[in-house]
């Protein structure tokens, strides 16, 4: 007792994180942000620009938080939106703590990554993501090559087996500071629920579609009455349309089905495919889109 009164114990402090993670399209920052996580809350694909929108994943501990920044790949810009996903990716760098750069394992640092390295803090932390499928002396060159680009610390990682992953979280909480709790303990995103359907519709879109489709398409939930919901999916062109659909409409029937099994029970999905003319490279249209 008196042991304690002479050392009285603080209440314990919260801390918190704000963490971007940005790279190329396509290195696997959102698998990576859904695995830290441990819950799926943004869409992946093959195809690169997939995220599209800036989406918060949460980590939690009883006396900490990790927020992480899901951001859409920076690339060669070509569309007005392709110039909007962009500058939401590089404006994360103004309002958060720490930022984990994701470059691929298997494909060597290019002019790419080396023009968003650039725009970076020296106290970086780089994730070379996707060990899992490269071979050792791959991942030893890609550490070397990246540590030339100076940044403070270097993981290598697997979204998909979780290689690497706790060491990289102890890092992270390691460098929280005391802060407020911006998230309650069972807030795991800030995505609505309408976005995020809507996002899974195009998700298995992405994984159907070739080619320049993926990019033609956007989504967004026009009805919600539980457990009906409507979404709309927009092409560019008349001839996107069909391809969309597919056969007696067997594309749609598949992706409904999908989207089905990974919503609570009961759900019943409807689509309806809409021609927007090149609404990617029309300004007004990404804005109502919400992108
Ligand atoms: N083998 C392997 N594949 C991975 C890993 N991480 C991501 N992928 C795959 O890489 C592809 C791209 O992953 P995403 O997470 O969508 O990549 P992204 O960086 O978010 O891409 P954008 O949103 O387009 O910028 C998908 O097919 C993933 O399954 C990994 O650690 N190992
Ligand atoms: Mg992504």
């Not at 009961?266 to 029309?282: C, F, H, S």
Request: hydrophobic share 35%; glycine share 6%.
């Amino acid at each position: 007792m008196i042991a304690e009164r002479d050392n009285p114990v603080e209440p314990p402090s919260y801390k918190s994180a704000f963490i971007t993670v940005l790279g190329r399209p396509n290195v696997g920052k959102s698998s990576l942000v859904n695995k830290l996580c441990g819950e799926k809350i943004a869409i992946t694909s093959n195809k690169p620009q997939t995220t599209r929108h800036k989406i918060r994943g949460v980590l939690h501990r009883p006396d900490a938080q990790l927020i992480f920044v899901d951001t859409p790949g920076i690339h060669k810009p070509r569309t007005s939106l392709g110039e909007r996903l962009n500058t939401k990716a590089v404006s994360t760098l103004t309002e958060i703590d720490i930022v984990c750069f994701v470059v691929d394992a298997t494909s060597p640092i290019g002019p790419g990554d080396r023009y968003i390295a650039e725009k970076l803090g020296l106290e970086t932390i780089v994730l070379v993501n996707k060990c899992d499928k490269a071979k050792k002396p791959q991942i030893a060159e890609r550490l070397l090559e990246a540590s030339e680009l100076s940044f403070s610390e270097y993981f290598p990682v697997s979204a998909k087996t979780g290689e690497g992953l706790p060491v990289l979280v102890e890092h992270l909480f390691g460098l929280t500071q005391e802060g407020p709790m911006f998230f309650p303990a069972e807030q795991i995103t800030d995505m609505s629920d309408r976005d995020y359907v809507a996002e899974l519709v195009r998700e298995q879109l992405l994984r159907i579609m070739e080619k320049e489709i993926p990019h033609s398409i956007a989504t967004r939930v026009t009805e919600w009455e539980w457990p009906r919901i409507r979404i709309e999916i927009l092409v560019e062109r008349e001839s996107q349309k069909g391809i969309v659909i597919g056969h007696k409409g067997e594309n749609l029937k598949k992706v409904g089905t999908q989207v089905r099994k990974q919503l609570a029970e009961g759900a019943y999905i409807e689509l309806q495919v809409n021609v927007d003319k090149n609404w990617q490279k029309r300004p007004d249209e990404i804005e109502r889109l919400g992108y």
